[in-house]
């Protein structure tokens, strides 16, 4: 497995996407606000807006918190300006980490994940440093168990998926940004609930990591997903499904 899709399915695991509702909620909410003042409040004429509205409802944000936010966004209504920024890391064992955050003071910001990262064997890296190992991809991960891998592959691939790969467990589908919207409506489409999907950052290469740093870098990525300001993080780890139920147990 990819270190990338054991984050994904450890969140799963856990079921943090459910805990955390409330948290899911002001992540959204961040994310429209900034993509309706970016590209204006018409989801017809805003990709990236109507990408985060379908996010929204799967999340079942009422209807009257996403106009809000949407409205914050193009100045019909007061509300807090955020401002997009992407850090880059080090994490145990020198696996790397990039972090996209939505912040409205970036000097606490990045002094709380400064601190955050050295607190469990991290550190801050210039801009540049890690984020040539990543390239931008739409991502999805099917579990097994809920697909027919002949009719999902040819869903996905005739979608625009451009390519389909076995992951033990599941199945990872990877596309270019713009074809991802096409490419999750036809997972959905078959009646399956993807347990991720996300235009992501895929590592070109992993770092294994096995006992303390493993469980180092496993408490490093909650920790900095419960940040409030984070929206995204993703990093080039790669850790054995023994080091998994460790950090489960």
């Known amino acids: ?74 100045g019909e209504e007061p509300g807090v300006s955020y401002e997009e920024v992407t850090y880059e890391a080090y994490g145990p064992g020198g696996a790397a980490i990039i972090i996209d955050a939505l912040t409205d003071n970036k000097n606490r910001t990045v ?6 990262l050295e607190k469990n064997a991290g550190n801050l890296a210039a801009a540049g440093a890690v984020g040539w190992m990543f390239s931008k991809r739409g991502y999805i991960v099917v579990e097994k168990s809920k697909a027919d891998e002949e009719k999902l592959m040819n869903a996905v691939l005739e979608a625009g998926a451009d390519d389909f790969k ?7 589908v990877l596309s270019a940004p713009d074809a991802f919207p096409a490419v999750k409506e036809a997972v ?54 023994k080091e998994i139920e460790a950090s489960l147990a």
């Open 166 to 172: 076995d992951d033990d467990e599941n199945w990872e």
């Open 188 to 241: 959905k489409g078959l009646g399956i609930e993807p347990a991720s999907a996300e235009v992501s950052m895929i590592p070109q290469n992993y770092v294994k990591l096995e006992g303390r740093p493993a469980q180092q870098m496993l408490r490093l990525m909650e920790a900095i997903e419960d940040h409030d300001d984070v929206q995204h993080v993703w990093s080039n780890f790669d850790i054995s499904e």
């Open 1 to 74: 497995m990819s270190g990338h899709s054991k984050w994904a399915s450890i969140k799963h695991k856990k079921g943090a996407l459910d805990a955390k509702r409330g948290r899911i909620f002001t992540r959204i909410i961040k994310e429209l606000t900034v993509a309706a003042r970016a590209g204006g409040g018409d989801p017809d004429m805003n990709p990236r807006l109507r990408t985060i509205i379908a996010d929204a409802k799967a999340a079942n944000m009422p209807a009257e918190n996403i106009k809000r936010a949407i409205r914050r966004g193009t």
């Open 111 to 116: 002094g709380e994940l400064r601190h955050l």
